[in-house]
């Protein structure tokens, strides 16, 4: 089974040589698309160099400037069923996400889940060095997701993720609206309202040591009206049924 792993970056260049020193250390063969947003940092730069390395598992996009993190994972997504990839995965670049886990993730897959994600609150609260406020944000979203639209997800922002081939193919990349972190809802929303089979697996979740977040109030202002706009579809698409 062809793995691969998509990563967007944007000013990464603190993390990224170890985290394809990491990647490709792993037993399980897992391949790397990296999604350079133009960093001026010289992220791009640094990928191309190790990318020589390893030049049947290492490839990179790189795009002109800052066009979210949604429109990375389609680009990246289009590109991995282009070329003929069986799972593909979202993780971020900072180590927040711990590379390890990937295996974890591909074997719940393996073992016939659609959507496997990587969650930080399916077995209690699994997230080490946020503050208060950010720890506190990030889980009633998931609680105002799962009340809003019913979704039966405990960690509906989580970005470490698995999709099987079959999942991405059946989704309409051009209907994915949302930009921002609320993209990380609206797949899995997706998913469920198609009847894919999703399964949480348990990780530790750990706050960047270098570089510089991309979080913002903006993201999860997005997030918020996105799922409400999402609720607002189900309701159109219910009552289109009901008058077919």
């Not at 900072?94 to 073992?111: G, I, K, M, T, W």
């Not at 080490?128 to 979704?151: D, E, Q």
């Not at 899995?188 to 198609?194: E, F, P, V």
Request: net charge neutral.
């Amino acid at each position: 089974m062809r793995k691969l792993v998509i990563i967007p970056t944007y000013n990464e260049i603190q993390n990224i040589s170890a985290m394809i020193d990491k990647v490709m250390s792993i037993s399980e063969p897992f391949d790397l698309l990296i999604i350079d947003d133009g960093s001026p940092d010289g992220t791009a730069e640094v990928v191309k160099k190790r990318a020589t390395e390893f030049p049947e598992r290492i490839f990179m996009i790189e795009r002109s400037g800052k066009l979210g993190l949604g429109t990375a994972y389609l680009t990246g997504f289009k590109w991995a069923l282009e070329h003929g990839y069986d799972y593909v995965f979202e993780m971020d670049c900072d180590f927040s996400h711990n590379p390890d886990d990937l295996v974890r993730l591909y074997q719940a897959a393996e073992q016939g889940a659609d959507l496997v994600i990587g969650s930080r609150y399916v077995k209690g609260v699994n997230v080490v060095n946020w503050p208060m406020s950010r720890l506190l944000m990030s889980y009633f979203a998931s609680k105002y997701v799962r009340t809003v639209i019913g979704m039966k997800v405990n960690d509906a922002t989580a970005g470490f993720v698995c999709y099987s081939r079959q999942l991405l193919e059946s989704i309409d990349f051009d209907a994915i609206k949302m930009k921002g972190y609320g993209f990380q809802i609206e797949m899995k929303y997706t998913a469920w309202r198609l009847g894919f089979k999703i399964e949480e697996v348990s990780i530790i979740f750990t706050e960047r040591q270098e570089g510089v977040s991309k979080m913002s109030g903006g993201i999860f202002r997005e997030a918020f009206w996105g799922v409400l706009g999402l609720r607002f579809r189900s309701f159109n698409k219910k009552a289109e049924h009901k008058v077919k």
